[in-house]
């Protein structure tokens, strides 16, 4: 098990239950960061009482600043702040529960810092995988996956030999519109989107899930934290939630991880990790299980899958493009600024308009990123 943390974005939902699973593991709480939510990030400090904070919003830091002033904990702001939590000597793993872009430089910052990354930040290795992977390897930061369904194929593939992985089955619930056609989704809603049937999850990622970039996303994601080409991970559509992802091998033998699906398992294994520790989740009822059913992703009616899909191939800078154009575009639908399938619409449009570069560095990859935001606002904003 680690000994101190930092959660990066501690008043989301992994970040919330993050900090639940410390405390049942009794685990000290090293740094807390988080966007603006200081009501509730006040809370946290004075519980979990870490020595360091960070807020990202300029004013809502000094805000936080005075609210704690009766307290010894140190308070920072912006990217910098967040560079400071993520690489702070008193802790030794580095919880990225960030949603966004915006946890790419921390989660460098703290890979160069030698940290374990329990990594919930899709974005990271969506915009930065080639990068990020070479630097841990480099630097031998271990990265555990937060994700469900790459702690599931990393639980899967723990004891394995090189060679012996075939491929991945990445496994998604298929959303709330499942079997909806792409026509019928036009006047969808933010309160329908963000219903999800089996997770419960922070809104940008309740809406990607919808749409399926969710599983794009997680399919790149998956690319480089195995070390897979395209061609050896297949999405099934699995609607109960129950396997969390398998792993075929080379003989043919396919591996399951199954659960309930609680984010709360995957967050201790990624703090406990190599051991297992003794949990209040719920177990799973074989009696109540009645049938585990398994389909096609429709890619037709849910192209976002597709698009990241065709973006993983391309490689370079494609998904990240497509992530921050993505990230833009579902922020405006939640403010009910854009149509629910315009959201597709912007991504491919910003992938198409923008292109791809291979091999890039980070300044490229943040231009490419804020170039896509761009576009996505002079294009798609009435
Ligand atoms: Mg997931």
């Keep these: 098990m680690v000994n101190a943390i930092s959660v990066l974005g501690s008043t989301g939902s992994i970040g919330r239950q993050t900090l639940a699973a410390a405390e049942h593991l009794g685990l000290p709480v090293a740094a807390l ?6 009501d509730l990030l006040e809370e946290q400090a004075r519980r979990f009482k870490p020595t360091f904070v960070a807020v990202y919003d300029e004013q809502a830091a000094k805000d936080f600043k005075i609210a704690v002033a009766d307290t010894p904990i140190r308070v920072a702001s912006g990217m910098e702040g967040l560079i400071e939590a993520a690489t702070l000597a008193g802790s030794d793993c580095v919880v990225t529960a960030v949603s966004g ?10 890979i160069d810092a030698k940290k374990r990354i329990a990594l919930a930040n899709k974005e990271t290795l969506v915009c930065a995988g080639e990068l990020v992977m070479r630097r841990a390897k480099e630097t031998g930061a271990e990265i555990v996956p937060v994700d469900s369904e790459h702690s599931a194929i990393f639980q899967c593939l723990m004891g394995r030999g090189e060679g012996e992985l075939k491929k991945i089955l990445l496994t998604g619930s298929g959303g709330p519109f499942r079997g909806k056609k792409r026509e019928d989704l036009e006047d969808v809603t933010p309160e329908q989107a963000v219903r999800h049937p089996n997770w419960s999850m922070g809104a940008k990622i309740s809406v990607d899930s919808s749409t399926l970039m969710n599983k794009g996303l997680e399919f790149i994601e998956a690319m480089h934290l195995f070390a897979v080409r395209p061609e050896d991970i297949q999405v099934v559509i699995h609607p109960q939630s129950v396997i969390h992802s398998m792993v075929e091998l080379v003989d043919g033998t396919v591996i399951a991880q199954l659960g309930v699906p609680d984010m709360g398992l995957p967050i201790q294994l990624a703090l406990t990790y190599p051991e297992r520790r003794a949990s209040m989740f719920e177990r799973l009822d074989f009696w109540k299980l009645r049938d585990l059913s398994f389909e096609e992703p429709d890619l037709e009616n849910m192209p ?36 629910y399938n315009r959201i597709y619409d912007a991504a491919a449009g910003a992938v198409a308009a923008l292109g791809a570069v291979q091999h890039a560095d980070l300044d490229t990859i943040l231009a490419c990123d804020e170039a896509a935001r761009a576009y996505v606002r002079e294009n798609f904003i009435a």
Excluded at 33 to 38: D, F, V
Excluded at 310 to 322: E, F, Q, S, Y
Excluded at 324 to 338: G, K, P, S, Y
């Design 33 to 38: 960061t988080a966007g603006r939510k200081i």
């Design 101 to 110: 872009s915006v946890g790419l430089r921390p989660t460098l910052a703290a």
């Design 304 to 339: 976002c899958l597709r698009l990241a899909m065709d973006c993983a191939k391309t490689g370079g800078t494609a998904p990240c493009v497509m992530s921050a154009a993505n990230e833009t575009a579902v922020h405006l639908f939640l403010q009910h600024r854009l149509g």
